[in-house]
């Protein structure tokens, strides 16, 4: 669909949907929803729950950001309570496919010490974490 060429543009570079590792939506962590819009899941890069458009490219239209918001809202109260936390909508890494976090405070200390989740088998649920040996 987009054209290869010289197009410019705020420089986001051109991924297809086969390339990319949101639309891929490979298990490895905790999911704590899925429906027709998004998924939300434990990032693997930063352990923080991550609301995913199902759809490849940044382009959501406004009731389906509201929509991804309020579940990883959602997600965010169960992971971490009454702890405070914010919804980050940079996406550093993967420019080209809508992506939210959201993060508490200690979540840089935190990528560096805690153990990480794992997909238990099915969508919410308890939270397991992987087993260190
Ligand atoms: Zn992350
Ligand atoms: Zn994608």
Redesign the pocket.
């Known amino acids: 669909m987009a054209e290869s060429g010289a197009t410019g543009g705020p420089s986001v570079p051109e991924v297809a949907?086969e390339d990319?590792e949101?639309?891929e939506a490979a298990r490895f962590t905790h999911w704590y929803h899925e429906d027709d819009v998004c998924w939300v899941a434990d990032c693997e890069a930063c352990d923080c729950p991550m609301v995913v458009w199902k759809q490849?490219g940044t382009a959501a239209p406004d009731d389906d950001i509201e929509h991804m918001m309020a579940q990883l809202a959602a997600a965010g109260r169960e992971r971490f309570g009454d702890d405070p936390f914010t919804i980050d909508r940079v996406m550093r890494q993967i420019p080209?496919?809508f992506h939210a976090h959201a993060r508490d405070r200690r979540w840089q200390q935190r990528r560096w010490s805690s153990q990480p989740s794992r997909y238990s088998g099915a969508v919410g649920g308890p939270r397991l974490l992987i087993e260190t040996t």
């Open positions: 949907p990319c949101l639309c490849h080209w496919h």
